[in-house]
């Protein structure tokens, strides 16, 4: 089950990345960037996202032992610039540059949170087919919650059961979104892989090219756009109810996160996530299936019922 799962992500990898690599110089036969008032050595590519690429480099004016950063790099192509006989794609071009400006303005929002990761820099660097861009962060050397149940996977553990550190995940997430949602700013994009754990063993929240401030009030509004930067911001599985269904007439708001929050607890829970691709209709009625001897405490199975409920009014706030 969840290796169909890792499947389907990786297929949304390949295709997430025909746009961010297009015209990238490759950094890894470059030994030294300079990102704002930083000299930076390259060390290696440590992981692909949708639209990025991200590295490891070492500030040049420390010693070698210290603290990495991790640098995330975004391809931003000119609409205009022709692949064969096609125009680029306008909207994923502006999909890449509205990401990179959006996780720039929240990072520089919301710098002191040990469960937001931090930014150190940014650069952007114009060049003839479009910009290279870059953000300089905080490096997060372990693993996100992804890497976390492909060990607990492999080993043939049935999901994070001790309790505690159950808490302590979803305790941690909560504590990034509070901060978020205190100044109206939803996420729209907790997952799996969006949240890494720090040097300090805190578990932090990445990527915030998605965040909005924007609450969609659905009476009496067109929503047709609404929907289409939705389904271009966010990722399927995790998507709540009242951002699937247009009609539902439900307003759309931050609690969107504390249901991808229950997605990703479910996920940490079971192995396995709650709703898969295709699952649409059982996505926005809120029927998904549990074990039926799950083995938790009743609190637990509680908070995870109470994120994934069909009423935003009726999940808990962060
Ligand atoms: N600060 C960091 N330290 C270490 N690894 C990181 C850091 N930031 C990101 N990563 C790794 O890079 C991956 C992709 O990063 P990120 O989610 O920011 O890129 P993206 O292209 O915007 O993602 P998406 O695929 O969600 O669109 C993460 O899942 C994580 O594995
Ligand atoms: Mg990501």
């Not at 790099?73 to 990179?100: C, H, I, Q």
């Not at 539902?248 to 504390?258: A, E, F, H, L, M």
Request: proline content about 4%.
């Amino acid at each position: 089950m969840l290796r169909k799962f890792f499947h389907l992500l990786n297929k949304d990898l390949e295709e997430g990345n025909k746009i961010a690599n297009q015209g990238l110089s490759n950094l890894k036969n470059k030994k030294v960037i300079t990102i704002g008032d930083k000299t930076l050595k390259i060390d290696r590519k440590i992981a692909e996202g949708g639209f990025a690429d991200i590295f490891r480099v070492n500030d040049q004016a420390k010693f070698s032992d210290s603290m990495p950063y991790a640098l995330k790099r975004m391809w931003v192509a000119k609409p205009e610039r022709k692949k064969g006989n096609l125009l680029e794609d306008a909207s994923e071009v502006d999909s890449v540059r509205t990401a990179f400006n959006q996780e720039v303005k929240i990072l520089k929002q919301f710098p002191d949170c040990p469960n937001l990761v931090k930014m150190a820099a940014f650069q952007e660097f114009e060049k003839r087919d479009g910009s290279e861009v870059f953000i300089l962060l905080e490096y997060c050397p372990h693993s996100t919650l992804f890497q976390l149940i492909e060990e607990h996977c492999k080993a043939g553990l049935k999901g994070i059961t001790n309790e505690k550190d159950l808490y302590k995940i979803i305790n941690d997430i909560a504590n990034g979104l509070r901060v978020l949602h205190s100044k109206n700013v939803s996420h729209r994009d907790i997952k799996i892989e969006n949240v890494l754990i720090g040097t300090d063993q805190n578990w932090k929240i990445c990527d915030f090219g998605s965040c909005t401030d924007q609450q969609i009030v659905a009476r009496g509004q067109d929503l047709d756009e609404a929907f289409i930067e939705i389904s271009k911001m966010t990722t399927m599985i995790y998507r709540a109810p009242e951002q699937l269904d247009q009609y539902k007439g439900c307003d759309i708001s931050t609690k969107v996160d504390i249901w991808a929050l229950g997605c990703v607890m479910f996920t940490l829970m079971f192995q396995r996530p709650p709703f898969e691709d295709g699952m649409k209709l059982a996505q926005i009625n809120g029927k998904y299936n549990l074990p039926a001897q799950p083995s938790y405490s009743p609190a637990c199975i509680s908070l995870v019922k109470k994120m994934l409920q069909v009423d935003p009014n009726n999940r808990p706030t962060a």
